[in-house]
């Protein structure tokens, strides 16, 4: 099949790629970009592993086309943080023992960010923080824990740096 | 010991692999690529039972980017297997299943696969099938395996025809136990196919090297038992088989035997390059390892007073289509079926049984959820016949310290009171019925720790980190950072200071592997043995240095101190590389088997069970009186975990258990209409999400097992045992209506609550 050139910004870097126009963005970090941080499993919307950041709000990339993205601002679990400069919300989930094999930690952390940045200041109540978050599975957890990880890392935002506090 | 004396054994640490997990840089199996690597695909039956009349895959290898294609004309069919060497990498002649590889395709891209596997041509011949697996006991049904007599088989398994397995247990005499009962009760428990439901689908890269050694990167839960298994199939000596586990995305049983690994190695072999298979929802839901369906039936006669004296029992287990580990799991069940209650006659028998539907496997507690829903269930219809609260007549029932358990043996460190008093008391118990619609219920059961053998080496490095390198594999539970927190007790040094490095089965000592609650058990206790080895090890080389008897030395604060002296281990290791080649240390464990009676068992490959853990779920809900919709309010577990190594990672466990035990009870299923799956797909396989989940109240109790690492017991398995019985219970008192076919739908109880069966 034919390939055209597309230019992604993801995580502020610009790439320049030549892809085939069937392409979900999922594909595209995954395979041609060797960004695994973002995680595959349904590929239909359903699970919510592979969520990313589309202009600051949580979309499955899976279902995603990568030219739908020409233009826009992309964040992945790359962009967040990294071991030595921890996002709080990575931070909240390890302290509250969030984590357990992790695969869907990537996509819940993404979708708690989108939903924290959307009601910046706001404290959510446990219910609002399961509503928002369920469309990712997990299956280890029980999610309770996560739960209470974006809970704690809402009730801190005031002191999060600055880079964390910018949607 | 109490946990209040020790620095980091009970302590709720972060767990090691957690940095790399939240900022995505873990690797997992299915994240693995290599330069040059192929995409696999596979063609998979669309028939249940069949004769291939016709396959060819000419279409296929023609299309460009194709570079291998395999069936079963082109290599060795070897026939492997858990229990029974009954099946082979692709359908030789004839599928059992619809859903069964027929061939697999390796190209250049995923797509190039997928258009490859749709271009080759098929035709079936219909052969009668057999789904329902008490139908498959019937003289004349068809049978799945024709040639079953001619399998390789345990020797331990009682095998005839569908029947892929049968095993008993009991004692005393049933007949003269009903005779004397003041009422006798009967009655039968369904359920159904649960889906492991981990997230990372299982995923693996092959890659021959240059001494012809194939290299296997895969998620598997037991990587030197995958070793054999791809031994056999790619007819090739053990010590050329490479398995090596990257990250694991959740495994619960789903993971332990070979499912993609197979075909990845055999296509990369043909091909001459690296290749991935990597399975999609659709494969996970119609050819994996999910929880068997079962049917129960239990018979069992009391005194007035509510004692049990009498209980017969069968579970039929329907295996699907290969055995894998139904028969072992039948007769699991009937450990769980007995437990945790005294008897004086006891006959359960249990027989896995063959279908043409997809395999199944080892869930999380195999055989637990299924056997312990009809025990607790029926429990609780006798309470209410009899009119004795359900916690009382569990009370009165219950295994005590030194009893005898089924197999004859003699059980130590019992916690079953305890467990059940605190889960009622934490749920309110005295107010079973708090308004109309509202109900609780109680279940309690009982769990073995899986023995098998696990060593580790542990290396004292020179900056004074410790490299800890098992055979195990860290599925997610935290079980690694619990070992690695025994090890770093036991060292003198923080958990911090401890790496652990990825199984490799080349290099990495044996472990028997991730599953039967084992992990932090065993590899605890192997590093216990490697610390005190190195502990000698370190105290002999300073003792020489500093001229004094090895024995007035000690370890204190990452150093080692004899009178006025001290050497940092960071030195001692410095020294040791330098002299003595450095320190490293290989520890080893094993759980001795408890002697138990084998008049009481026959045919069963685990008789009795060591380490034991009880456990009680105590459960508030609400039925909604229209829509037959259940709430859970609340929901409390007490669980005996002998000794908490990390009550946060614990809680986790049960957490998580609980969750995949609510899936089962209420909403999961894997639909079979005359062997075609109806729901492979996420979103009408129906797991949990976070707005189905009630938190889960856990109460940790420590009553020390002999065995364990400071007398834990395994913790992993268990959670997900008790939720069907205890929901079911609860939904019974909330509604009158009393399910006992899992799941629990909401249709199910609307129906029932308006007259209907």
């Not at chain 2, 049917?295 to 005194?303: E, P």
């Not at chain 2, 859970?632 to 990672?649: E, K, L, M, S």
């Amino acid at each position: 099949m034919t390939r055209h050139a597309l230019d992604l910004t993801i995580n502020g870097e610009s790439h320049q790629l030549m892809i085939e126009p069937h392409w979900s963005l999922l594909h595209v970090l995954r395979g041609e970009l060797g960004m695994t941080g973002t995680k595959e499993n349904c590929l239909e919307a359903e699970c919510g592993v592979c969520t990313v950041l589309l202009d600051g709000k949580a979309v499955n990339s899976c279902i995603l086309l990568a030219e739908q993205c020409r233009g826009r601002s992309i964040v992945t679990i790359e962009g967040l943080g990294d071991p030595e400069h921890l996002h709080p919300l990575q931070a909240a989930f390890i302290k509250h023992g969030a984590v357990q094999c992790g695969y869907c930690i990537p996509g819940m952390i993404m979708t708690a960010k989108s939903f924290l940045d959307e009601r910046r200041g706001h404290v959510p109540s446990e219910a609002e923080v399961r509503e928002a978050l369920s469309g990712t599975l997990c299956r280890c957890t029980g999610y309770q824990k996560i739960v209470d990880a974006v809970i704690a890392a809402a009730r801190q935002r005031n002191s999060w740096p600055e880079e964390a506090r910018r949607s | 010991m109490s946990s209040l004396e020790r620095r980091v054994a009970g302590k709720r640490l972060n767990r090691i692999d957690g940095i790399g997990k939240v900022t995505g840089k873990h690797v997992y199996a299915a994240d693995f690529a290599l330069p040059g690597m192929l995409f696999g695909k596979i063609l998979r039956s669309g028939e249940a039972h069949a004769r291939i009349a016709r396959l060819d895959v000419a279409k296929a290898l023609a299309l460009p980017g194709v570079r291998s294609v395999l069936t079963a004309q082109d290599i060795p069919q070897i026939r492997f297997g858990t229990a029974i060497k009954d099946r082979t990498m692709f359908a030789e002649g004839e599928v059992r299943f619809r859903g069964e590889a027929i061939a697999a395709v390796a190209a250049t891209s995923l797509e190039i696969a997928e258009a490859a596997v749709r271009t080759i041509e098929i035709e079936y011949e219909p052969l009668p099938a057999v789904f329902d697996p008490e139908e498959a006991l019937l003289t004349g049904a068809p049978l799945v395996h024709a040639g079953w007599n001619d399998y390789q088989a345990l020797p331990v398994f009682d095998r005839e025809g569908n029947i892929s397995g049968r095993s008993a247990i009991g004692g005393g005499d049933v007949e003269a136990g009903f005779a004397r009962s003041y009422r006798v009760y009967e009655h039968r428990f369904t359920t159904q196919h649960v889906h492991p439901g981990y997230t990372e689908p299982r995923a693996a890269v092959a890659s021959w090297d240059g001494n012809g050694d194939v290299i296997v990167w895969t998620n598997t839960q037991l990587p030197f038992d995958m070793k054999n298994m791809l031994a056999e199939v790619l007819d090739l000596p053990a010590s050329k088989i490479r398995v090596i586990v990257p990250g694991i995305g959740g495994g619960f049983g789903g993971k332990l035997r070979v499912g993609v690994e197979h075909y990845a190695a055999w296509l990369a072999r043909k091909s001459r390059r690296p290749v991935r298979v990597i399975t999609t929802s659709e494969e996970e839901l119609t050819d994996a390892y999910p929880r068997q369906p079962t049917v129960v039936t239990l018979k069992t006669g009391v005194s007035r007073d509510g004692l049990l004296l009498a209980r017969q029992g069968r579970v039929i287990l329907d295996c699907g289509a290969f055995a894998n580990s139904g028969p072992a799991t039948a007769a699991i069940a009937l450990q769980v079926l007995a437990g945790p209650y005294r008897t004086p006659h006891l006959a359960f028998e249990g027989l896995a049984v063959y279908t043409n539907k997809g395999a199944t496997g080892s869930f999380r507690a195999p055989a637990g959820p299924m056997a312990n829903f009809a025990v607790e269930s029926q429990i609780d219809l006798i309470a209410d016949d009899l009119g004795i609260d359900p916690l009382e007549i569990r009370l009165r029932n219950i295994y005590r310290e030194g009893d005898t358990g089924p197999a004859g043996e003699t059980l130590a460190s019992v916690s079953i009171e305890e467990c059940l008093t605190k889960a009622a008391a934490a749920i309110g118990w005295s107010e079973r019925k708090p308004g109309e619609g509202r109900g609780k219920g109680l279940a309690c059961s009982w769990w073995l720790t899986t023995g098998g053998s696990s060593g580790v080496y542990v290396r004292i490095n020179p900056d004074g980190t410790v490299t800890l390198i098992s055979g195990a594999v860290e599925l997610g539970s935290g079980a690694i950072t619990g070992a690695a927190q025994i090890l770093a007790e036991e060292l003198g040094v923080d958990l911090t200071d401890i790496n652990v490095t990825d199984v490799d089965t080349h290099s990495s000592p044996y472990d028997y592997g991730a599953q039967g609650s084992r992990t932090a058990f065993s590899v605890g206790n192997a590093c216990i043995a490697a610390a005190t080895d190195l502990r000698r090890q370190i105290f002999e080389l300073v003792a020489t240095q500093w001229n004094v008897p090895a024995a007035s030395l000690r370890l204190e604060n990452k150093s080692v101190v004899g009178g006025d002296k001290r050497m940092s281990l960071a030195d001692v290791a410095s020294l040791s590389q330098r002299m003595g080649g450095g320190l490293i240390s290989h520890g080893t464990s094993i759980q001795p088997m408890p002697v138990f009676d084998p008049n009481r068992v026959k045919h069963h490959p685990l008789p009795a069970w060591t380490s034991h853990s009880f456990h009680a779920h105590a459960v508030d809900l609400s039925v909604d009186s229209i829509t037959g919709e259940v709430s859970i309010n609340r929901y409390v577990v007490a669980q005996d975990v002998g000794y908490a190594i990390n009550p946060t990672y614990i809680e986790g466990q049960i957490e998580g258990g609980v969750a995949q035990g609510i899936g089962q009870t209420l909403s999961e299923e894997i639909v079979y209409e005359d062997g075609r799956v109806l729901n492979a797909n996420l979103t009408d396989y129906k797991m949990p999400t976070m707005m189905d989940m009630p938190r889960v109240e856990c109460i940790l109790i420590e009553k020390p097992s002999v065995n364990g690492p400071y007398g834990a017991k395994g913790v992993g398995e268990p959670p997900c045992i008790e939720p069907p019985a205890a929901i079911a219970n609860a939904i019974a008192v909330a509604s009158g209506v009393r399910v006992q076919s899992l799941p629990i739908t909401a249709e199910k109880i609307a129906l029932r609550m308006n007259g209907g069966r």
